[in-house]
């Protein structure tokens, strides 16, 4: 009976990862395509993100984000490599068309960037989301939702130490580059 878990839980896995990719193989394809502006790149990325989910499945936890959202962080930093891959070949016959590696953010790539943002802020304590909310993205002043808050200017700004180390660590963890 031992013998049979692992078989069981693979045949399970690749269940899983099957529905995987009918859900989500065309939506990273497309991804893929509009980044790079290769077909056969853009198909490239797009199976080796699945090997690499698979491979590193056992990491995978759905308490931390979607496999949606896993998968595409695969997928971004294989799409980023690519580039730069691309960007290190001497140019052939690009003609001084724009490419993916200009500096134009593409559309889809500031979609994904909201996406793990969106998650990662959710993994934040709620005391931790208010202040990084209020202070990082509605601009207000530390005094002021401090005093909204009840609580010590310098307690806020403590929170907001810890909420944005633990921000970096949950946007690590799906997959966000460090762009320090």
């Known amino acids: 009976m031992e013998r049979l ?5 693979r ?3 690749e269940a899983v990862f099957r529905g995987a990719y009918d859900e989500h193989g065309a939506e990273l394809f497309r991804f893929a395509l509009r980044s790079l502006g290769d077909r056969g790149l853009a198909e490239e990325i ?5 090997v690499r989910a698979w491979r590193s499945r056992e990491r995978f ?14 997928a971004r930093n294989l799409v980023i490599d690519a580039a730069r891959a691309r960007k290190s070949r ?13 500096s134009v953010e593409d559309p889809a790539e500031g979609s994904l960037r909201g996406m793990l943002l969106s ?16 202070i990082y993205f509605r601009g207000r002043k530390y005094s002021e939702v401090a005093e909204e808050a009840g609580v010590p200017s310098g307690t806020l700004r403590s929170r907001m130490y810890y909420a944005l180390k633990s921000l970096r ?12």
Not at 46 to 50: A, D, K, P
Not at 61 to 74: K, N, V
Not at 122 to 127: A, G, I, R, Y
Request: net charge negative.
């Open 11 to 13: 045949r399970e896995d």
């Open 5 to 9: 878990r692992p078989r069981m839980r």
């Open 90 to 102: 001497p140019a052939s016959d690009s003609g001084g068309r724009e490419t993916a590696d200009s």
């Open 46 to 50: 797009t199976q080796e993100t699945f």
């Open 119 to 134: 998650e990662a802020l959710e993994s934040l304590s709620e005391d931790h989301r208010f202040v990084v909310q209020e």
């Open 61 to 74: 936890d759905e308490g931390r984000g979607s496999r949606r959202t896993w998968l595409f962080a695969i």
């Open 169 to 180: 660590l949950a946007l690590e963890e799906m997959g966000w580059p460090d762009e320090r």
